[in-house]
């Protein structure tokens, strides 16, 4: 079982900067592919980024490519979301999420290739 914390959510403005941690349980965390996903309201869960077990690899959705960073410390089992030049379109609850199968990168997008899911932390962004 492992347990997904995360944490770094409030309300900002846009062009604001924010970071998001998930802090993961479990004693081998650097074998888990991660994942951060966004949900807004009444729009479906959407793929943001995600960053191979390493960290040597990294995917973006199109819609934060160049704003955003996805980051991992595998020595604090916790995985990263830097968010810069935030927009109010960006505005959702951000989750992050574990793959613990050692799935290939290019399904990494995909939600339902994740085993675990946190609670979620809320991203709001006033224009």
């Known amino acids: 079982q492992v347990q997904l914390v995360e944490s770094g959510g409030g309300l900002v403005q846009a062009g604001d900067s924010l970071r998001l941690s998930c802090a993961a349980s479990?004693?081998?965390?650097?074998?888990?592919?991660m994942g951060w996903f966004r949900q807004a309201p009444g729009k479906e869960r959407e793929f943001v980024a995600a960053?191979?077990?390493?960290?040597?690899?990294?995917n973006y959705a199109d819609s934060v490519k160049g704003r955003f960073a996805i980051s991992r410390d595998n020595a604090k089992n916790t995985v990263y979301l830097q968010m810069n030049s935030l927009k109010p379109e960006d505005t959702a609850v951000y989750s992050c999420?574990?793959?613990?199968?050692?799935?290939?990168?290019?399904?990494?997008?995909?939600?339902?290739?994740?085993?675990?899911w946190g609670q979620g932390t809320q991203v709001t962004v006033s224009s």
């Open positions: 479990g004693r081998t965390f650097s074998s888990y592919n």
């Open positions: 999420a574990a793959d613990m199968d050692g799935s290939s990168r290019f399904v990494l997008g995909k939600i339902g290739i994740y085993d675990f």
């Open positions: 960053i191979s077990a390493s960290g040597g690899w990294t």
